[in-house]
């Protein structure tokens, strides 16, 4: 196939380019053959109709240089060169075209507006905004020197000016199709790659989660084995405990990813039902004592009046218990220090229940706090007994409470010279069961 040809000709058949490049420059050739003919038919127009030869060598000139684009990047691998090159060379026959035929009132003038278009394929922002300004004093230049009659009376017939009139916006509708096509297909394309390759990370994270929790099950046994025959040597016990910790840090982080990976699926929806909020704070009583002796921390409870055995709030009770509770609470936890200190609010907000995990820990630095939310930014630190995370828990949470109708917002402070506090208040809104 003859663009197949020209594709491989382009980008060097002895290389072994990536797949963003062959896309990339199967795009640019076709945006070439579009130009490179539209330029070579006024070449010959110009030998038709013109009765000296001005035009036409300039047009010649031009279009050759322009038809050589493919080498340029062949030779220099930059598609900025080869779309200054498509850009430039037809703007300086389009140039020539208004001086010999009518200045700005040329059919030839329409051309000017496509001059962006083209290297908004090739080039950064700011080569854009140089073809813009370019442009305009192109059009302004041959404006003024068009009203002080710098240029010759239009030296083609009224029938063959009528004829180019036709033709250029013809060919400009065949210029901007032509982009318009390129665009969506390389967006397409783009798309295309990029579900394939979040599907195989995808795949791949699933697979290492899956093996990784099978080899923690041996290991998990094999230690508690350990423990057991081990009880007496104080040295191995020590050992054997550390290889549980790690263990446990492991299986925290693959649930993590796993969950993760859950909450972003499109098919993933939560069941909300009318839940009673007193299991809500039954579940931190029971679930959170371990954690909170072992730190000797005072976990209080700050209940609105308002909220009664019969308030309900529209939840996925498992999702909301397991994942939201259990990350705001063993969060606020693990950067309490010891013998500190930690509130549970709840109040009634309009048609909201507003609950606020407080804490007077270490606080959260600013450049974490600004992406606290965003997993792809690594921003996990050890707690004040050294306990370790994932980073994934709070973009977890925010991603559930929007599921289920709700929101977080976090405000924290950090103990400096001039601010002798800290501490953490996290704060959620979740849809309150009108009676």
């Not at 993590?256 to 859950?262: C, D, R, V």
């Amino acid at each position: 196939m003859i663009l197949d040809r020209l594709i491989n000709y382009t980008i060097k058949s002895d290389n072994f380019p990536s797949e963003e490049e062959k896309r990339r420059v199967r795009a640019f050739i076709l945006v070439w053959i579009s130009t490179v003919i539209i330029m070579w038919f006024y070449v010959f127009f110009s030998w038709s109709v013109f009765e000296f030869n001005t035009v036409a060598y300039i047009g010649l000139v031009c279009t050759i240089i322009h038809t050589l684009t493919p080498t340029i990047y062949r030779h220099t691998k930059s598609l900025v060169l080869a779309g200054l090159n498509i850009s430039l060379t037809a703007l300086v026959f389009q140039i020539t075209f208004c001086i010999f035929n009518g200045g700005i009132d040329s059919p030839s003038a329409i051309w000017f507006t496509a001059h962006p278009v083209i290297i908004s394929y090739f080039a950064s922002k700011r080569l854009i905004l140089f073809s813009v300004i370019l442009n305009m004093f192109v059009v302004i230049g041959l404006t003024l020197l068009s009203n002080k009659g710098f240029f010759p009376v239009d030296a083609l017939e009224d029938s063959f000016t009528d004829w180019m009139r036709i033709s250029s916006l013809i060919f400009l509708d065949i210029i901007v199709a032509t982009y318009t096509i390129v665009f969506m297909n390389t967006t397409k394309q783009n798309e295309v790659e990029l579900s394939n390759r979040n599907e195989l990370i995808e795949n791949l994270m699933r697979i290492i989660s899956h093996d990784i929790n099978n080899a923690l099950t041996v290991s998990t046994l094999s230690t508690n084995m350990l423990e057991k025959n081990l009880k007496d040597d104080q040295d191995a016990s020590r050992r054997i405990k550390m290889i549980k910790k790690s263990n446990d840090q492991i299986i925290e982080i693959t649930n993590s990813i796993k969950m993760w990976m859950k909450t972003n699926k499109k098919s993933f929806n939560l069941k909300l039902t009318p839940t009673s909020f007193s299991t809500i704070t039954k579940h931190i009583e029971d679930s959170f004592q371990p954690l909170i002796q072992v730190k000797s921390i005072l976990l209080d409870f700050d209940i609105d009046s308002t909220i009664t055995s019969d308030t309900k709030i529209l939840i996925d009770s498992s999702a909301f218990r397991n994942q939201v509770l259990n990350n705001l609470i063993s969060n606020a936890i693990k950067f309490t220090p010891q013998n500190g200190r930690i509130s549970f609010k709840a109040e009634v907000k309009s048609d909201f229940i507003k609950i606020q995990v407080i804490d007077k820990g270490i606080g959260i630095p600013s450049k974490i706090l600004n992406v606290i939310f965003d997993p792809s930014c690594s921003k996990s630190r050890p707690g004040t007994n050294g306990e370790q995370g994932t980073g994934f828990g709070l973009p977890i949470v925010k991603r559930m409470l929007e599921e289920m109708n709700g929101s977080i917002k976090i405000d924290s402070t950090v103990k400096t010279d001039e601010n002798d506090t800290s501490g953490t208040t996290m704060s959620i809104l979740i849809p309150l069961v009108q009676n």
